[in-house]
């Protein structure tokens, strides 16, 4: 080999050398700048090339990235979206799902960009700057719950139409099939999604559409069918129940009796089956029952109050026969239905429950008058017999329109004379104040507590003055508390012209009567009782205060022009007042005062020409 060859092939020996020292030197200044970077620079804060949102955030320590998120979720929160759900539109802001961000999760995420446990992937970070950037994910959260709850405010607005699961129902004895038929819905978990990206990447006020899917029903046909089917065997032959062990518990229903009582019943939900029912209430009604007669109470001729026991009878188990029944209902042929019967059992108000009452004696009765006959009287007689052996216990409040509701045709009362506004009208259940006063005495005389009640407007002398008292449905009541340790039990009796309301109860033994009769009412005291009774001591003013009568015209063509003549004499109306008193005792227990003003009952009436009659409606022609 020539000298300079080989000097040729050392030069170039020498070069690679060189080369090779040089990216070697090179490689460790690399692996020396990416050290100090990575390991001993930007420790605390962020690294290069990090995007969170569209914004760099490179550099930024945690006080600064926090600051960041806070301020891009207040501008996020500071959003609304505009939801179109069918034909609604919804307005939705990010609090209605509870739309927020995990500072600290965050944080994490970007931080660690640049900071791999793989160093090699560290490196490939490190390297890429400044050419790419590390996109964040930002990932937000939301309240489920919270949204859903919201969610279900849409559906009704959004008018989608609903999956029918089928029904069959009774009209008359015809049997009805509705074939179930499939609907609309909304796609929530799609909506959330399409709501969170419009929040996040969207402009405020954007429009977005709910997603609407088909939704089918999931009831099969054939079992709405098959349900008909054992309808129809239910009504369509009488049924016997009976019991074998009482000849006189026995019932037959017809298939309209059946129709009344079946309940048919298809659950909303497609899983559940069609069932048939009984209506508790209308099968009560048609059972025969051997009737339990409850302990009453007789008066005695000393006013003294002895217990008359009740009588045992059978009672028809209600769940055990209603369930016989519908098992013979769901059959093709259905049999003889038997009817279960508890054991013999007492009656629901017994000698027992009577004699807890502490009821001993009368404590007051009171009488009113009345002409005979007609439909005012057998409304009072009426309403008597309703109010009859009613129970008011210690410190309960008795409320007449309550008990009684509103007086209809349908409920007994008749319609009759009454008063409206201070004017004589009819109405269906008039005169039945005539028995209000009449219970108000006693309850009065008796010193129990009286809450409320109001006088007529008009002044009636078969009535007692100022202590009387009326009701009107709804607004005017009659109410009294039975404010004693005993219970007390209303005793009603009535003749063709008189009405007596007797208050049973415990007053040690005191007993007080009271009939009146136009003007004058006696109060006897039958006995005066012990210590601890109470006695009333009543004063009622005489009229005071009067009001002038209305005046009113005739008209009388014989009467001169420009002159009156007196037809009839009004009646005033006044004022009066009430005082009670109730002692028990020598201890004044209450005290209460009522004003009352009575209306003028009657108008004065004079007779004028018809020319000079301002209530004339039709004036002759020559005036």
């Not at 090779?20 to 700048?33: E, H, Q």
Request: hydrophobic residues 35%; glycine residues 6%.
């Amino acid at each position: 080999m020539s000298k300079k060859t080989l000097s040729k092939q050392r030069e170039h020996t020498s070069f690679v050398r060189n080369i090779v020292i040089g990216l070697t030197m090179v490689m460790i200044g690399i692996a020396i700048v990416f050290s100090i970077d990575s390991f001993l620079l930007h420790t605390k804060t962020i690294r290069r090339n990090v995007v969170l949102a569209g914004q760099d955030i490179s550099g930024f320590s945690y006080p600064e990235f926090s600051r960041f998120i806070e301020k891009y979720k207040q501008d996020i929160l500071s959003k609304k979206i505009f939801l179109n759900v069918g034909e609604a539109e919804i307005i939705v802001f990010p609090q209605n799902i509870g739309l927020s961000f995990d500072t600290e999760h965050l944080w994490e995420k970007a931080y660690h960009v640049g900071r791999e446990k793989n160093i090699l992937e560290r490196f490939l970070h490190w390297s890429s700057f400044p050419q790419i950037n590390s996109e964040v994910p930002l990932e937000s959260f939301v309240n489920k719950d919270r949204y859903l709850h919201f969610a279900q405010t849409w559906v009704h607005d959004a008018r989608l139409k609903k999956v029918f699961e089928g029904n069959v129902s009774l009209k008359g004895s015809q049997v009805i099939v509705k074939l179930p038929e499939g609907g609309k819905g909304i796609d929530f978990e799609q909506t959330l999604d399409l709501l969170i990206d419009a929040f996040l990447h969207k402009k405020t006020d954007a429009h977005i559409d709910a997603p609407i899917v088909d939704i089918p029903y999931r009831r099969d046909v054939n079992d709405l069918y098959d349900f008909a089917q054992r309808v129809r065997y239910a009504i369509d032959a009488p049924l016997e129940l009976r019991n074998d062990a009482f000849d006189d518990v026995y019932i037959k229903l017809s298939p309209e009796d059946i129709m009344d009582i079946l309940n048919v019943i298809v659950p909303p939900d497609p899983k559940a089956d069609p069932y048939l029912d009984i209506d508790d209430a209308r099968f009560a009604q048609k059972l025969i029952l051997l009737k339990v007669k409850d302990a009453d109470f007789v008066v005695n001729k000393d006013y003294s109050v002895k217990v008359i026991p009740g009588r045992m009878g059978v009672e028809v188990n209600l769940f055990e026969t209603k369930n016989n029944l519908l098992r013979e209902l769901s059959k093709e042929n259905p049999g003889i239905v038997h009817i279960s019967i508890h054991d013999i059992h007492t009656q629901d108000f017994s000698e027992r429950d009577a004699d807890e009452l502490g009821v001993k004696h009368v404590v007051s009765e009171f009488t009113t008058h009345h002409p005979c006959c007609g439909a005012r009287v057998e409304n009072i007689h009426h309403i008597a017999d309703m109010l009859d052996g009613v129970i008011i216990r210690s410190g309960e409040r008795f409320n007449v329109n309550t008990f009684i509701g509103e007086r209809t045709k349908e409920k007994g009362f008749k319609e009759a004379g009454s008063i409206f506004e201070g004017k004589m009208t009819t109405s269906i259940g008039g005169g039945i104040s005539q028995f209000i006063t009449t219970l108000h005495n006693a309850v009065y005389w008796g010193g129990y507590k009286i809450i409320e009640h109001k006088p007529h407007s008009i002044y009636f002398s078969r009535y007692p003055h100022g202590i009387e008292a009326t009701i009107d449905w709804p607004n005017v009541h009659y109410i009294f508390q039975n404010d004693t340790d005993a219970a007390i039990v209303l005793d009603t009796e009535y003749t063709d012209t008189s009405i007596t309301v007797r208050i049973l109860g415990d007053n040690d033994g005191r007993i007080i009567s009271g009939d009146h009769r136009k003007w004058v009412t006696p109060m006897k005291v039958l006995k005066k009782g012990g210590a601890h009774a109470r006695h009333v001591i009543s004063h009622v003013d005489d009229a005071r205060n009067f009001v002038s009568p209305l005046v009113s015209y005739l008209s009388d063509s014989k009467i001169p022009r420009g002159a009156q003549t007196l037809y009839r004499v009004g009646k005033k109306g006044w004022h009066t007042l009430v005082r009670r008193e109730v002692f028990i005792g020598e201890n004044r227990y209450s005290f209460d005062v009522w004003p009352i003003l009575y209306r003028s009952g009657k108008k004065t009436l004079y007779k004028v020409h018809p020319c000079d009659n301002p209530e004339e409606k039709e004036k002759p022609k020559n005036c």
